[in-house]
């Protein structure tokens, strides 16, 4: 919280003289350390209107690096330090510095990595990710960086959240995962943000081609680039989240061989902060096929007959998810085998003027349990074994095929 406290006392955006009292702060703070930071400048047009007299803005990144004592390629950890002119940036990015310079401290303590690890403190993210082009583009040290890091900060709390990699994450899912103390993600956030026109210093990493992981921590947005997001407004555990992962995934990834990082796709999402289930987007897609099939079954069985009347199709589904969502996880796994099995005979046995609104319900029912069949099959993938959860897989398609042949 020191760090925050110094970095964050007023709005600090690039070109100004906040900026520079921050960046001699963070200088001294590195020197004091032992150790040689450097800075590189570098002045690029000024797209947003940063500076009001010229049309060109100066950058300056601060760039320090801890030598591994056998480095295949470098990790790169980063934040911003710069913030918006409107707030005085102490969640974004004042907490990320913060927990950088603690780890370096860490980092000089322990043993030595193997690999080269960079601490790239960015200025200009707020400007149009000025700092981090500039190290794309220009810096000497671009290629040997293999693996990003990125840290931010869209509010002032809550976990810090693996909210974005860069494409065929599996690897680096894996290494996430048995790594860090408290992970803390989903691939569904990771699939809706890439939809998203948000960006951050990571969006030029991955572009230029990087491998990475993208963090940030989500709650109380209304402190977001506004005059809240002060050294008041700061959770000192959203800070220690950050922390922890920079640290153990340094120690991991530091002792790792950087070469080929690129893999497959995961499908991801942790339980309770404590573990990460993960399994190919391969076998995702096969867990959603089997569901999805023996849903379009009974959709071809029942078409034809009269009984899929959209409106209580609606109705139906609707009444499903008000009574499922509060349970669904402890229903979940009897829906998954349940629902199949269920189906037919329960929109069979309704009296005509209901089947509509029966099918409707099954449908809801049917939703919800297959996005748990799913999650099911991944954590059986995770925790037990790929065969089982393709077991799991069977057992279902099978229930959904008796449930068929019945009719
Ligand atoms: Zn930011």
Known sequence: MVHVL????????????????????????????????????????????VSEERDHVTIHNIIVRLPGDNSTK?????????????????????????????????????????????????????????GASAFVREHPWRNSVKLVLNFEARG???????????????????????AAPHPYGNSLTNAVYGYMPNDTDFSVFREAGYAGLNFAYPHNVNAYHTMLDSADNVDARSIQH???????????????????????????FSICSKMMARYPALAGLIFALTALCAFAGIIIHYAGKKVLIPAKIFAGFGASLAVLAPAF???????????????GAVAAAAPPELRGSAFGLLAGIQSVGNLLASAVAGLLWTVVSP????????????????????R
């Open 387 to 406: 065969a089982v959860a393709f077991g799991y897989a069977a057992l279902l398609s099978g229930a959904a095929l008796l449930a068929l042949a019945r």
């Open 156 to 178: 002032s709390g809550g976990p810090s959240t693996l909210f974005e990699t860069s494409p065929g994450n599996s690897w680096l899912i894996s290494g996430f995962a048995k």
């Open 74 to 130: 470098a990790l790169a950890l980063v934040g911003h330090y710069d913030s918006v002119p409107t707030g005085p940036g102490a969640n974004d990015d004042a907490a990320a510095v913060a927990a950088m310079l603690e780890t370096i401290r860490a980092l000089k303590c322990g043993t030595p990595l193997k690999n080269d690890v960079i601490f790239l403190f960015t200025d200009g993210e707020e400007a149009g990710l000025l």
């Open 242 to 268: 950050h922390g922890e992962y920079m640290l153990s995934l340094a120690r991991h990834f530091g002792n790792e061989p950087l070469n080929d990082l690129k893999k497959s796709d995961s499908v991801y």
């Open 329 to 343: 996880v402890i229903v979940g796994i009897a829906i998954g085998i349940a629902e199949t099995a269920a189906h």
């Open 6 to 49: 110094a970095i964050a006392q007023e709005p600090h955006p690039v070109g100004s003289p906040q900026n520079a009292h921050v960046r001699d702060y963070i200088m001294n703070q590195l020197n004091e350390m032992g150790l040689s930071p450097e800075v590189q400048a570098s002045t690029v047009p000024d797209y947003f209107g």
